[in-house]
C-alpha cells in the first residue's frame, strides 16, 4: 500500500490566491483527518470525515476554510482567499475506524503564503 | 475540550543517557498513543495504550499509562542518534453513548536530539 497520498508536497502562493490541497487515504480506511502543524500550536486537527461524511468541523478556523470527500479515495482541503497566517504544513491523515485508531498520516503540504 | 500537556519541550541530551517523556492531562482518555515525527514527514505511530496501569517496552522505548489514563510517560534508555526526533502523544476521548471515530487530541510535542 501506498500509504496516505497528499499533493502538493509544497505550496507557495500570494495573500488572496485560492489553495487546494489534495488528499487520497489508504484504501478501506473509513476515517479522515485534515490536521495543521505550526511551530506555535502543535498539531491541530480541522476537520474529520467518517464514510465520506463530515462529522467534525469545529477546528476548522474561518470560513475561509472548507473541506470535501467526494468519495471514499479523495479529498480536499480549499482556503480562499489565503493570508499569511495560513502558512504551516497540512497534513491529512486516515484511520481504520472501527477499534483501530490509529492514524497514518500522509507527507504533509507545506503552505506559504507570502 | 480535552487537552494535553507535554513536557519538556524540548530535550538535548548525549548518546547513551536516558530520558523521560511526560503527557499529562486533566481529562480520562479511551486510549493514548505515542508517535514519532522525523522532519518533512507525517507522525508515525509508536504504541497505542489502553489499559490504565499498562507498561508497553518497544525495545529501548518503555511507554506507562496512568492508572487513571489521565496520563502517560515515555522513557528511552540509552538514547541514540537515531532516536531523535518530534514525539508527540495522542488521546483519544472517552465518548459517552458514541464513537470517537479516531479522532485524536495530540500534545504540543516534545523536541529530542541525541547528540553522537
Redesign the interface.
Known amino acids: 500500500d501506498a500509504g496516505?497520498i497528499q499533493s502538493p508536497r509544497h505550496e507557495v502562493t500570494e495573500m488572496g490566491q485560492e489553495v487546494t490541497l489534495r488528499c487520497k487515504p489508504i484504501s478501506g480506511h473509513n476515517?479522515l483527518?485534515w490536521?495543521r502543524q505550526t511551530m506555535m500550536r502543535?498539531?491541530?486537527?480541522l476537520i474529520?470525515f467518517?464514510n465520506n461524511v463530515p462529522?467534525?468541523d469545529s477546528g476548522m478556523p474561518e470560513d475561509r476554510f472548507s473541506a470535501k470527500m467526494p468519495n471514499a479515495s479523495f479529498s480536499t482541503l480549499k482556503i480562499q482567499p489565503s493570508e499569511p497566517r495560513d502558512s504551516a504544513v497540512y497534513?491529512c491523515?486516515s484511520?481504520p475506524?472501527g477499534w483501530?485508531?490509529?492514524?497514518?498520516?500522509?507527507?504533509?503540504t507545506r503552505l506559504t503564503v507570502v | 475540550t480535552q487537552l494535553l500537556e507535554q513536557s519538556p519541550q524540548f530535550l538535548s541530551i548525549q548518546e547513551g543517557e536516558n530520558l523521560t517523556v511526560y503527557c499529562n492531562s486533566s481529562s480520562v482518555f479511551s486510549s493514548l498513543q505515542w508517535y514519532r515525527q522525523e522532519p518533512g514527514e507525517g507522525p508515525v505511530l509508536l504504541v497505542t495504550v489502553v489499559t490504565g496501569g499498562e507498561v508497553k517496552k518497544l525495545k529501548r522505548l518503555t511507554f506507562q499509562f496512568g492508572d487513571a489514563r489521565k496520563d502517560s510517560s515515555l522513557h528511552i534508555t540509552a538514547a541514540q542518534p537515531g532516536d531523535t526526533g518530534l514525539y508527540l502523544c495522542a488521546g483519544v476521548p472517552r465518548v459517552a453513548g458514541g464513537t470517537s471515530y479516531g479522532k485524536l487530541t495530540f500534545g504540543q510535542g516534545t523536541i529530542l536530539t541525541v547528540h553522537p
Not at chain 1, 42 to 45: D, H, N, V, Y
Not at chain 1, 100 to 108: L, P
Open positions: 496516505v476515517s483527518f490536521y502543535g498539531l491541530e486537527l474529520y467518517n462529522i467534525d497534513f491523515a484511520s475506524g483501530s485508531t490509529e492514524a497514518f498520516f500522509g507527507q504533509g
